[in-house]
């Protein structure tokens, strides 16, 4: 799975939302290991396929102000992810210069920001961490069996 959020803003008709998206990948990607996913090669090169959208400001043609990018095999659970955050966003205090990667077990994160917003990175993050989680669970939802 590639989860990712973008703060964005709008450049014709103005205004900022955060836009989310989750990819599956169903099956065996031969160019993925997803013991130890690739975060930059999978959100760049093989996203999988649109599975839930949670967009805020229309798609298409924004300015990205920041962004997340989260990797995943499909079956990871939402306590593997939400540690896997937990984590990064702990060193995220101390990490410098952005982008900033890192790899926890087989979840792979990606986070950058303009650098007029680098000072309050984490929050920025932490709004971004948010909107993923809430695309997770409704498409968690959306999905689960009766």
Request: proline content about 4%; hydrophobic content about 40%.
């Amino acid at each position: 799975m590639y989860l990712t959020a973008h703060r964005v803003q709008a450049v014709t008709q103005g205004g900022t939302g955060i836009n989310a998206v989750l990819y599956r990948h169903d099956s065996a990607v031969p160019e993925i290991d997803w013991s130890s996913p690739d975060v930059g090669h999978i959100a760049d090169h093989v996203p999988g396929r649109v599975a839930c959208v949670d967009d805020q400001i229309r798609a298409g043609g924004n300015l990205v102000i920041s962004f997340v990018d989260l990797v995943a095999a499909d079956d990871t659970n939402r306590a593997e992810l939400v540690s896997a955050l937990d984590h990064f966003d702990a060193e995220l205090a101390r990490a410098s210069p952005l982008p900033f990667l890192r790899q926890y077990g087989n979840v792979g994160l990606r986070f950058d920001c303009q650098a007029d917003r680098e000072e309050k990175a984490r929050d920025e993050f932490e709004a971004l961490r948010a909107r993923l989680l809430a695309l997770y669970d409704r498409w968690s939802q959306e999905t689960a069996g009766p």
